[in-house]
């Protein structure tokens, strides 16, 4: 009997991550990278040069050492090895979050060489600290559900936004700001409505090229009517090329160290938020590990810096936002763009060339890429419950102290020193406070012992659940579940438990290993979509549905939603029941709930089963304080 060859078709897809793009459109895609990141990439060695009093020459280095190492890094992060490199598109760059310690560091020296010597000694120890220390960050990932890593996106996004904005109003060829100048206006309005003019007309490469595009014609324009000038290609060398310690050996202080430390345990917290929102872009999953290869190629990236003349490297939040306005995921294309980065780092004319599109241009770029960031955060906050009252001060306040330093910037020089790195940017300050909000507000409980159920001045205590009888463990965790309390009996039967998890895995245990005639009467007890608030539905019910808005539809969206409940209770005999808060929206659901009529009878018993489990998760994430609500979260959407 003759073997026959597998057909193509069993072969696993290639997530659009993976995919390799032909070579022209690497290299298109990868240009649009560079232009839209070398802005941003440049300004650190400029503003610190210009800081610690820097001769051009020495500038000149620090650019070209700054786009080598850049290439390099986002080469490392894209492509990876072993277990460095997180291996999405995601673009590497100088932090902005070090500039001020930075700067600290070197006029605390003596400014010039002697400064940027102590600079690249703490950058290297950094480092290699970040290296170290990143197996342990990732397993902290469970701090980071979607209530800090939307708020932390969010930020990003609109902490961004304020610098697209200076750029706007930025007079090209005097580097003021003039923001009364209609001209400058009208380059980046101008910039703004080409890119989005494109992409409305246009579909396929044309439509992803657009921002590229909206660079070059605006910087055209600029430049034939004067507002655009080249003149640095002239005086630069045609090939430069940056040595290990250039400058000279990297001394070493105490307090430098330690300063450039925080700002790399700063970084890994913006690292952390810009890999989730990567990951949602891309819709890919992250996980601990993830955030560990993220954060080992941010460690070694920054060794490298310090030991070929540049500064600490994390995650660039301008090419995520790109990313998202392109639509192109291949992780490639940020591999094409260090190879583009590594040549101009070895060619001074060319990133001249570059250096010279003008500010306005650049600014109405970046208004467009930076607000997409932030729409990304919005997204991944539309899946936090904001009926729980802690993410609602969470979101709220890590949001406002993030725009009140972007705002009034100057409000880090109230503390010494040392201290301003944490005050230095509204994203610095805005990730943290999430990330300390969200600790203090799910993990933090009064008394001793993990708090497991209860209401804040009400906590039951994990020993208290285990010397509970059966009857007030019913009563503390049976709204978990609608109608029969089986479920909780038997999950009673399991003490004791030795932790929240285990809790949650003993109500799980016992809905699975029903019989089918308990789980039909379990799956009937849960009422029709849109009719919580009809009857005697249970307060729970009320707040599931609420969260879609299915308490209060209009009169076409009720229509919609009740053709559909009796449709599905007709061809199959009970109602339907689907985890409204996993649904993007009222669409979605709708289209969700038609696709399950195609199924048969069998396979709907089953995924009920599992939407019960889904609703009940939520329900002990709201009920139980030192749940891990990012766990379940990953555990329900993949």
Known sequence: MTATAAPASTRPPVHPVDEVLPAPQLAIYGIQHVLAFYAGAVIVPILLASAIKLSTPDLIHLINADLFTCGIASIIQSIGFWKVGVRLPLLQGVTFTAVAPMISIGVSHGGGVNGLLYIYGSVLIAGLFTLAIAPFFGKLIRFFPPVVTGSVITIIGLSLLPVAAGDAVMNPLTGRSEPSNGRWILYAIGTVLL??????????????VAVLIGLIVGTVIAWSLGDAKFSDVGSSHIVGVTTPFHFGTPKFAVAAIISMIIVMLITAVETTGDVFATGEIVEKRVGGEDVTRALRADGLATVIGGVLNSFPYTCFAENVGLVRLTRIKSRYVVAAAGGFMIILGLLPKAGAIVAGIPSPV?????????ATVAVVGIQTLTKVDFNDHRNVIIVASSLGLATFVTAQPDVAKSLPDS??????????????????????????????????????????????VNEMTQEEFVQTFGSLFQGPSW??????????????????????EALFAATSAEQVELVNAYPRLGQALGGDAPVESLEDQGTRGLTHLGEQDQSDLDELTAAYEEQFGFPLVICVRDEGSFDDLIRHGWVRMRNS?????NIALVEIAKIAGYRFDRLVADANPINSARVRAY
Do not use: K, N
């Not at 650049?362 to 930076?370: H, R, V």
């Not at 201290?419 to 993990?443: D, E, K, M, N």
């Not at 479920?487 to 799980?508: H, I, T």
């Open 362 to 370: 650049l600014g109405g770029a970046g208004l467009a890429m930076f």
């Open 601 to 605: 009878s069998v396979q709907e018993h």
């Open 419 to 464: 201290l301003q790195v944490f005050l230095g940017s509204g994203i610095t300050i805005g990730s943290i406070a999430a990330f300390v909000l969200y600790i203090v507000f799910f993990h933090l409980g009064s008394g001793l012992g993990p708090a497991v159920a209860g209401a804040p001045g009400h906590l039951v205590r994990l020993e208290q």
């Open 195 to 208: 890119i989005v003019a494109i992409q409305r007309i246009f579909r396929g490469f044309i439509a992803t």
């Open 487 to 508: 479920m909780v009996e038997r999950a009673f039967g399991q003490r004791p438990f030795s932790d929240s998890r285990d809790l949650r895995q003993a109500f799980q």
